[in-house]
């Protein structure tokens, strides 16, 4: 079994940055695609960002584009979420998973999740 651990959370104003953090434990999941959900009160879990098992070919929902980054450390089992510019529609519990595949699909393969780190955007 595997495990993923989101830090970086928090409380910031409209306009500022955060970075979260998901470390891995239990496996590498050095073959798998990871990436980062969200959920905001009352709405469905959405894709955010993702990347593929070698850390390259990043993939981000239309909504982020030009504001977060994803990024992944191979070595030490991370992934990071940079978020900039960040908005009031951007507060939601920020999940971090493993998939199944080496590949980003924004909609499947997703079988390993994080507990989740909340995110609130204050405008």
């Known amino acids: 079994q595997g495990l993923l651990r989101e830090s970086g959370g928090g409380l910031v104003q409209a306009g500022g940055s955060l970075r979260l953090t998901c470390r891995a434990s239990?496996?590498?999941?050095?073959?798998?695609?990871m990436g980062w959900f969200r959920q905001a009160p009352g709405k469905e879990r959405e894709f955010v960002a993702g990347i593929n098992w070698r850390g390259f070919s990043p993939s981000l929902a239309d909504s982020v584009k030009g504001r977060f980054s994803i990024s992944r450390d191979i070595t030490n089992n991370v992934i990071y979420l940079q978020m900039n510019s960040l908005q009031a529609e951007d507060t939601a519990v920020y999940s971090c998973?493993?998939?199944?595949?080496?590949?980003?699909?924004?909609?499947?393969?997703?079988?390993?999740w994080g507990q989740g780190t909340q995110v609130t955007v204050s405008s």
């Open positions: 998973a493993a998939a199944s595949q080496p590949i980003v699909d924004q909609t499947r393969f997703w079988n390993y």
């Open positions: 239990g496996r590498t999941f050095e073959h798998s695609a």
